[in-house]
């Protein structure tokens, strides 16, 4: 097959997920287009299968918000109509979905057949704003065929739009072998004296991901236990969680790390990893954390429940609730034999439920259902 995927190329799940994905499609003989503004972050160019194109936004005096998604449009177009795609896979509906559905019009009468996958912020925040919402349900509707990455999202999506669209859960994976690797590195240890327990987060340091919950819950550890806080990302709100950090005086335990592109690097040998987000569609850093043997105390939001399983893998408990995600970090850190059966219930979990090679087959297959050639 020919295939076009656009995504946002920056270090969040949706942008990973394609990456991943386009690498995946292209080591198995189909031919990938990758489309965005700039190189994603993860993209390394495996095979001569695989391609990257860039959409670029000219500035004119008179634009003061340029306008991104006819570029990509124009761009889908390009690229569908010279290598001759079959089918353009945008992931994040927002405004992906609507260029792409766009563009489809464009080509004609040359086919295109659009496959959305919907990746939980384009519509839990973004598609559900009044703003966006006309435009996301279009997007979504007018789509050939359309993902969701957990359940939660599908139903969320269905309900917010009011729409009877099919949607089909295909979910965050991971590529064992990978982590397998990983283990022959220091991993977390690097950070961390032999006596600290290492405590790992990871994310794009947003207002939904909760860091300062994360630093919350850390502080109540570290009273208990040595222990080391390891975060991972960066964003908007770093600079309010570092000056958090600062007025409760545990600076000293915390180390900032930064975006980093492969996240085994830090979490493999981690002895507990935390995602207290306020709303979570699938949550793709715990299902790296469990794939290296890290328990996950997270939120029991969204998706999080099809992928962190209470009291087997780790412990999900309510958005806010601190003093219980301090209280089970301390039980955990606490039992050397509960959390290596933790680790090693997650991996297990992991590998049958989220393998690479099984998600990217289930992709293969909706392609195939939008090509009728099924
Ligand atoms: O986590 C983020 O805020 C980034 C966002 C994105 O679209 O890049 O992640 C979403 O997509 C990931 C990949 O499918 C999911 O694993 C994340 O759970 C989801 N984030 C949220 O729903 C907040």
């Not at 464009?106 to 006309?134: A, R, S, W």
Request: glycine content about 8%.
């Amino acid at each position: 097959m020919k295939i076009g995927i656009s995504c946002y190329p920056t270090f969040g799940g949706s942008g990973i997920v394609a990456t991943e994905l386009a690498m995946a499609l292209a080591s198995g003989g189909d031919e990938v287009h990758v489309i965005s503004y700039a190189l994603p972050s993860r993209l390394s160019f495996i095979n001569a299968n695989l391609f990257y194109h860039e959409v670029v936004v000219p500035h004119y005096p008179l634009f003061e918000y340029p306008p991104y998604s006819l570029a990509l449009a124009t761009q889908i177009v390009e690229v569908a109509r010279h290598q001759r795609l079959d089918l353009i896979h945008v992931h994040y509906a927002v405004p992906n979905a609507v260029s792409a559905v766009l563009a489809r019009e464009m080509l004609q009468p040359q086919p295109l057949k659009v496959v959305t996958t919907l990746h939980g912020t384009d519509i839990t925040l973004v598609g559900n704003d009044p703003n966006y919402l006309e435009t996301t349900r279009f997007g979504i509707v007018r789509s050939d065929e359309v993902t969701a990455v957990s359940a939660a999202l599908r139903e969320a999506t269905q309900k917010q739009l009011g729409i009877g669209t099919p949607i089909e859960v295909v979910p965050n994976f991971i590529d064992p072998d990978r982590f397998e690797l990983a283990k022959a590195q220091n991993g977390a240890r690097r950070w961390g004296t032999p006596e600290e327990k290492l405590l790992v987060h990871i994310s794009n340091f947003r207002p939904v991901k909760r860091v300062l919950d994360v630093v919350e819950i850390f502080h109540r550890v570290h009273r208990e236990v040595p222990s080391r806080l390891l975060l991972v990302g960066d964003g908007p709100e770093r600079p309010k969680v570092e000056q958090h950090c600062r007025d409760s005086g545990i600076c000293h335990a915390i180390t900032f790390i930064g975006n980093l592109p492969l996240v085994e690097e830090v979490l493999v040998g981690a002895d507990l990893f935390l995602l207290p987000s306020e709303t979570e569609s699938f949550g793709l850093a715990a299902l790296e954390a469990l794939s290296c043997e890290v328990p996950v105390i997270a939120t029991a939001v969204g998706g999080l429940p099809e992928v962190v399983r209470h009291g087997e893998n780790g412990f999900l408990l309510p958005v806010g609730d601190v003093e219980a995600m301090a209280k089970a970090a301390l039980e955990l850190l606490g039992d050397d034999d509960m959390r290596r059966r933790f680790g090693r219930a997650g991996r297990r979990w992991v590998v049958d439920q989220f393998d690479q090679q099984t998600i990217v087959e289930k992709y293969r297959r909706v392609y195939r259902r939008a090509l009728d050639l099924d």
